[in-house]
């Protein structure tokens, strides 16, 4: 299970129209990928969402916007909330983890 903040649903939406792509057919797609000072680093970037269920394919929705993980990633971001900080410095995606037993300085990879 993932959480999608309102935020960050809002941020998604606002990116795929700036995009020119159509939200109902585009989601974030998000992965965990070996690497980082910490272990493990989370991967982002826009894909095309399946029209239909995707053996090793997870689907999470949140007020018309879409999160893709994979099962391997789901393994360490599950009960994860994904937010977006819009702030003036390290503006972005964040996931909370609850999994991550350690970050890095940056908050770019961790460790379970």
């Given amino acids: 299970m993932l ?10 939406q606002s990116i795929l129209q700036g995009q020119e792509k159509d939200p109902g057919v585009w ?10 000072c ?14 239909e269920p995707v053996e090793g394919q997870n689907v999470f929705e949140h ?7 994979d099962s ?9 909330t994904l937010d977006y900080n819009d702030g003036l410095t390290g503006a972005g995606f964040v996931i909370k983890n609850p999994n991550a037993t350690g970050t890095c300085g940056c908050g770019q990879s961790f460790s379970v």
């Fill in 27 to 36: 989601a974030l797609k998000v992965g965990v990928d070996p690497g980082g």
């Fill in 3 to 12: 959480t999608i903040s309102d935020k960050a649903a809002e941020k998604i």
């Fill in 63 to 69: 007020n018309g916007s879409r999160v893709l993980i």
């Fill in 38 to 51: 910490s272990g493990f680093e989370y991967r982002m970037d826009f894909a095309e969402a399946p029209t």
């Fill in 72 to 80: 391997k990633s789901l393994l360490f971001v599950g009960g994860s």
